[in-house]
């Protein structure tokens, strides 16, 4: 097949139905760039996109940035589109006030073992928690919160739009990730990255990255264009969460990385693979 040829197939694209995502890609996927690459949608949960990464099956996708280290060698780190921010880190809920030491041998579900949430959890409970947790328990983002209101599990360790809602279920938060991760590193949280396939060569990939950074602009300059789409995958979530969780998720880190978004990204992967939480990221690798 010419490399003509190959410019003109459709992507295959993957990621969440959460508001952020659907609101970054709308543009793109809905046909209203001219001449960006068309594409091919799958809305799924993040501890899907995780595992069909290591597969390399699809073109461009929404992981966790804890998933990185074992897909670099199919896939790019793309410095646009994902997920970084301020004071939007994940959170650990209990159904009653406590203390970390309360977390010793408890059953605490979280959403992905490959997710950042999960790294963030693990590099806080080495120091919060001395004893150790007991079970980690795999749950689709939206048993978690019912799960511990209703003492099926000890603790939830949840995201996105959780930290507007946990209220909802009588929950009491124990810890914010995100707090923790600020106040050691100084630096943003590295929460979700979007990766092309290296076998698309770097011409492909790049309008990847223009047509996904041409998408967030469209976002901004016109909101209410994906307002239908991103309420409809919302998940019956209200509009002023909605509102908020886009706020929160899409900001100057979705349009670029830039020096302080790789800054994080790397101190994320080398704290985790000091911790051998991880396997360890060889330098340069981050960088298209």
Not at 54 to 76: C, M, N, Q, T
């Amino acid at each position: 097949m010419t490399e003509t040829a190959k410019t003109h197939e459709r992507l295959t694209l993957a990621h969440s139905p959460c508001p952020n995502d659907t609101f970054v890609f709308h543009a793109w996927t809905h046909g209203l760039l001219p001449g960006a690459p068309e594409t091919d949608v799958t809305l799924a949960d993040i501890d899907i996109t995780n595992s069909v990464a290591e597969e390399a099956s699809l073109d461009v996708l929404k992981v966790s940035y804890g998933v990185l280290p074992y897909i670099l060698d199919s896939y790019a780190l793309l410095p646009t589109g994902g997920a970084l921010g301020r004071g939007c880190g994940p959170l650990v809920l209990l159904r009653e006030p406590g203390a970390p030491a309360d977390l010793s041998g408890a059953r605490v579900a979280v959403p992905s073992t490959r997710s950042t949430a999960y790294l963030l959890f693990r590099l806080w409970a080495a120091r919060a928690v001395p004893d150790g947790v007991g079970e980690i328990v795999v749950l689709p983002f939206h048993d978690i919160m019912p799960s511990v209101r209703d003492g099926r599990v000890d603790a939830g360790l949840v995201i996105h739009e959780a930290r507007f809602t946990y209220q909802q279920y009588g929950l009491h938060c124990l810890a914010d990730m995100g707090e923790e991760w600020e106040k050691r590193t100084g630096l943003p949280i590295p929460l979700g990255a979007i990766v092309a396939r290296r076998a698309l060569g770097e011409r492909r990939i790049a309008e990847v990255t223009e047509a996904i950074r041409a998408s967030v602009r469209f976002a901004w300059d016109a909101p209410d264009a994906s307002r239908d789409y991103v309420t409809e995958h919302a998940q019956e979530m209200a509009p002023t969460v909605i509102g908020r969780h886009i706020d929160l998720y899409v900001n100057t880190f979705t349009a670029d990385l830039g020096e302080e978004g790789y800054a994080a990204v790397t101190e994320l992967l080398e704290r985790a693979a000091g911790e051998g939480l991880l396997p360890p990221v060889t330098q340069g690798a981050l960088r298209l």
